[in-house]
């Protein structure tokens, strides 16, 4: 949420979309779970993804205090550090792990990119998806520890091409031995395993 773009097309909440249910505490937080959110494009995603085998959570990290246009978009990033995001999806991952759950992975639209950036760094996650990354240095790409796909689009002012092209050359001459889709083709996901 780094611009007016971020902000441009709000999701409109709906309680009833979704196949998954909403549960009241998923590691500390109210979260949706697909075996979804309020949001329900972000719901059909994570449906989408559960339907090809995965346990999908979705977590309120914002505490049903989503961005409403017109407000201050510099206040309300304040009031939702993508540190907090951090410290909150611990728990949360701690709780998939709790379940039996060996390998996890994280993605994040916009605000989420910094959070799933920050895990990746921290070793918290095993695979990691950054769609439209926001606040994401090419320093954040040098210290991630797991394969990452970074998504981006051509009229992105956020993470325009060139940032995303940055990155990419970032992943490509790091010698972390981190994959991507960048430095390696192969990468693909079979149910719960990541294979390279």
Same mark, same amino acid.
């Given at each position: 949420?780094?611009?007016?773009?971020?902000?441009?097309?709000?999701?409109?909440?709906?309680?009833?979309?979704?196949?998954?249910?909403?549960?009241?505490?998923?590691?500390?937080?109210?979260?949706?779970?697909?075996?979804?959110?309020?949001?329900?494009?972000?719901?059909?995603?994570?449906?989408?993804?559960?339907?090809?085998?995965?346990?999908?959570?979705?977590?309120?990290?914002?505490?049903?205090?989503?961005?409403?246009?017109?407000?201050?978009?510099?206040?309300? *990033? $304040? +009031?939702?550090?993508?540190?907090?995001?951090?410290?909150? /999806?611990?728990?949360?991952?701690?709780?998939?792990? !709790? @379940?039996?759950?060996?390998?996890?992975?994280?993605?994040?639209?916009?605000?989420?990119?910094?959070?799933?950036?920050?895990?990746?760094?921290?070793?918290?996650?095993?695979?990691?998806?950054?769609?439209?990354?926001?606040?994401?240095?090419?320093?954040? *790409? $040098? +210290?991630?520890?797991?394969?990452?796909?970074?998504?981006? /689009?051509?009229?992105?002012?956020?993470?325009?091409? !060139? @940032?995303?092209?940055?990155?990419?050359?970032?992943?490509?001459?790091?010698?972390?031995?981190?994959?991507?889709?960048?430095?390696?083709?192969?990468?693909?996901?079979?149910?719960?395993?990541?294979?390279?």
């Amino acid at each position: 949420m780094a611009n007016p773009q971020c902000c441009a097309n709000p999701p409109t909440p709906n309680h009833d979309a979704g196949e998954g249910k909403v549960v009241e505490s998923f590691g500390g937080l109210r979260s949706y779970l697909a075996k979804r959110f309020e949001a329900p494009n972000l719901r059909n995603i994570a449906d989408k993804v559960a339907s090809s085998g995965y346990f999908v959570v979705v977590p309120d990290f914002f505490h049903g205090n989503a961005y409403v246009p017109g407000d201050d978009v510099h206040v309300w *990033i $304040k +009031e939702h550090t993508t540190d907090k995001g951090f410290e909150e /999806a611990k728990p949360v991952i701690d709780v998939l792990k !709790e @379940q039996g759950v060996s390998v996890v992975g994280a993605a994040g639209y916009c605000w989420g990119a910094k959070v799933v950036a920050e895990l990746a760094k921290a070793n918290e996650i095993q695979a990691a998806v950054m769609l439209h990354p926001s606040f994401i240095t090419d320093d954040d *790409i $040098k +210290e991630v520890k797991c394969p990452i796909a970074i998504l981006g /689009a051509e009229t992105d002012v956020t993470a325009p091409p !060139e @940032q995303v092209k940055q990155f990419e050359q970032v992943l490509s001459s790091s010698n972390t031995g981190v994959c991507s889709p960048f430095n390696q083709p192969h990468l693909q996901l079979d149910n719960d395993v990541l294979k390279v």
